[in-house]
């Protein structure tokens, strides 16, 4: 009797069907390398010009690991459009597994949702202490929520010319003492401001500022506390005596490095990323980098970068933590940081394994350990404004401190 048509079809694709799977079992390594093959994940940040050729570097140095298990693929972004692509992301789902975010903002991404919680994989890490600072940066709510990746910070730039013509044998360490040079080196040069530094209506101003509000016993939770106003007090002292320019209201950061390499100001507070700037506009000009003169203690305010996971990271969580491990690493930490000329924010690493031979970098390293970082707060960027607003009425001499320290003070609080 014969067959159906039907039925020797049937089994004339079990028969092809079973066919296939047995030259597929009989295929060496095929089913390896199914299973090594390579996650993509997606890195978003804002690196750009010699930041973003290091990045692509240490990247590059992971995705050629035979081992690894995921292709690391980096998109840049600016600033801004990086912000808005993630919170636009929360609700769109278009998120990248990973993130590169400027660690004041850590905070308010943090609060959305965005990003996961990785209090309890901290430990796992093959180097997991960190600098305090840039460690509570990455935090919101108690919990950790990124990781910090480099750090820079703040220094007091000294002209040794200018302070050796002026008879100052000794750097100033304190706030007094820093009035007395700042008088020195007036008498020695009128046309010379003593001290240059940011303070324009933008995160630079309280970038710089922090310095003397931690110094003083001060906190930008507390803005009209006796210590903040102290703070305000001092700069607006400075400013008084004409120790600083009136335009510091207007200038950022890079203008006061300008200032400094021109030899229009003896002293700047500036960081580590004005080395290069220095070299090309002033390469013959011999400075020092010194602690900030404290008030009651040392105080720094830290810049730089934290790494957080998405949500979306979850989905490829092996993949993913494997790269960030790695990454956070303490020997691709200083190699990542000596290549840009920033700080391992991993307390295992030491000024000799960063910068053995470099007297200018040790000393910002020094300085790292006071600093302070921004927030953390959802809402940071208001307050900031608010500070903002409280050092440039101080300076213009709108309102006294007290009254520019009490009213940020109320503005925070509203904030909170």
Request: charged share 20%; net charge negative; with cysteine.
């Amino acid at each position: 009797m014969f067959m159906s048509q039907t039925r020797l079809k049937r089994k004339l694709v079990t028969a092809i069907l079973s066919l296939l799977l047995v030259l597929t079992l009989a295929l060496p390594g095929s089913f390896a390398l199914a299973e090594g093959e390579k996650v993509d994940i997606y890195v978003w940040h804002y690196h750009t010009a010699k930041a973003e050729e290091n990045l692509t570097n240490i990247v590059n140095e992971y995705n050629a690991k035979p081992d690894g298990k995921a292709n690391v693929i980096l998109q840049t972004l600016s600033r801004d459009d990086l912000k808005t692509r993630l919170i636009l992301g929360i609700a769109s789902g278009e998120l990248p597994e990973i993130a590169v975010v400027d660690n004041p903002d850590t905070a308010a991404f943090a609060s959305t949702g965005m990003f996961m919680d990785i209090t309890d994989k901290v430990s796992t890490l093959p180097n997991p202490n960190f600098l305090e600072g840039p460690f509570k940066s990455g935090q919101y709510d108690g919990k950790q929520y990124a990781l910090p990746i480099r750090s820079n910070c703040l220094a007091l730039w000294v002209n040794n010319s200018m302070f050796e013509a002026a008879g100052i044998d000794k750097i100033p360490e304190t706030w007094d003492e820093l009035l007395t040079v700042s008088g020195k080196l007036k008498e020695s040069k009128p046309s010379v401001y003593p001290i240059a530094f940011s303070a324009p209506k933008n995160e630079q101003a309280t970038f710089q500022f922090v310095p003397f509000l931690y110094s003083s016993g001060g906190s930008w939770e507390n803005m009209g506390s006796p210590e903040s106003i102290k703070a305000l007090e001092f700069i607006r002292k400075l400013r008084d005596l004409e120790y600083c320019s009136a335009d510091v209201i207007n200038w950022s950061q890079n203008d006061v490095q300008k200032q400094f390499a021109s030899q229009n100001a003896a002293m700047m507070i500036g960081g580590s990323w004005n080395i290069a700037n220095m070299a090309n506009d002033a390469p013959d000009l011999e400075y020092t980098i010194i602690n900030i003169p404290k008030d009651i203690e040392y105080a720094s305010c830290l810049g730089g970068e934290n790494m957080a996971i998405t949500i979306k990271g979850e989905e490829k969580f092996d993949a993913v933590w494997d790269f960030f491990s790695w990454f956070l690493s303490a020997e691709n930490s200083i190699k990542y940081n000596k290549s840009d000329s920033t700080f391992s924010p991993n307390a295992d690493v030491t000024k000799e394994d960063m910068y053995p031979d470099n007297p200018v970098m040790m000393a910002f390293m020094e300085q790292l350990s006071y600093g302070v970082a921004r927030g953390p707060h959802p809402k940071w960027g208001e307050v900031s404004s608010a500070i903002q607003e409280a050092i440039q009425s101080t300076l213009a001499g709108l309102k006294d401190p007290a009254t520019a320290g009490k009213d940020a003070g109320a503005l925070i609080e509203n904030i909170k």
